[in-house]
T-cell receptor
Framework: GQQLNQSPQSMFIQEGEDVSMNCTSS?????WLWYKQEPGEGPVLLIA?????ELTSNGRLTAQFGITRKDSFLNISASIPSDVGIYFC??????????FGTGTRLTIIP | DAGITQSPRHKVTETGTPVTLRCHQT?????MYWYRQDPGHGLRLIHY???????DKGEVSDGYSVSRSKTEDFLLTLESATSSQTSVYFC????????????FGQGTRLTVV
């Protein structure tokens, strides 16, 4: 079936540390999306990637579209308390069925 | 913020009753999606629409139906609610076929007792 495998499932880090997470797909994608969700809210789009090998930044966030087109990576540099939340990758199976990974829950230890 | 409104925001209903959730957009976007979110499962696609009266199933469509009679409205119906359908439901919209950046509503928390 259509699957997006996201890892790690959870991360516990100290403020100031860098964060890395990744997502792999069973199919080739033309687009990779990264979202963040905070409690009680809908997911918010962070970064969109459209080309294999593309590297895109949004402030302290950097995402990469893997050259195989079956994976993507998100990095957060110098984490701060407001980075807490659940991060999701997403991609369009068949160019229409936008499918999400199971998420990476980020917790920052004081 | 993208113009998406979900209603109701919260609902408690009894097993076996029909329930309809509404998603309304003011962006004139072509694509609309319904997802459910449960712990450990992330966001799972229920149904989506690629135009007025054009809909298709997602990965967890059993027990759900949808309708889209106008560009701006996408309805999700649980014909006979079950406890397994207790969840948070999110609507999302997306404009283009290849640039599938989707924007989400605030969610509807549904409890089936």
């Amino acid at each position: 079936g259509q699957q997006l495998n996201q890892s790690p499932q959870s991360m516990f880090i100290q403020e100031g540390e860098d964060v890395s997470m990744n997502c792999t797909s069973s199919s080739i994608f033309n687009t990779w999306l990264w979202y963040k969700q905070e409690p009680g809210e809908g997911p918010v789009l962070l970064i969109a990637l459209y080309k294999a090998g593309e590297l895109t930044s949004n402030g302290r966030l950097t995402a990469q579209f893997g050259i195989t087109r079956k994976d993507s990576f998100l990095n957060i540099s110098a984490s701060i308390p407001s980075d807490v939340g659940i991060y999701f990758c997403a991609g369009p199976f068949g160019n229409e069925k936008l499918t999400f990974g199971t998420g990476t829950r980020l917790t920052i230890i004081p | 913020d993208a113009g998406i409104t979900q209603s109701p925001r919260h609902k408690v209903t009894e097993t076996g009753t029909p329930v309809t959730l509404r998603c309304h957009q003011t962006e004139n976007h072509r694509y609309m999606y319904w997802y459910r979110q449960d712990p450990g499962h992330g966001l799972r696609l229920i149904h989506y629409s690629y135009g007025v009266k054009d809909t298709d199933k997602g990965e967890v469509s059993d027990g759900y139906s949808v309708s889209r009679s106008k560009t701006e409205d996408f309805l999700l119906t649980l014909e006979s609610a079950t406890s397994s359908q207790t969840s948070v439901y999110f609507c999302a919209i997306s404009g283009l076929l290849t640039n599938t950046e989707a924007f989400f509503g605030q969610g509807t928390r549904l409890t089936v007792v």
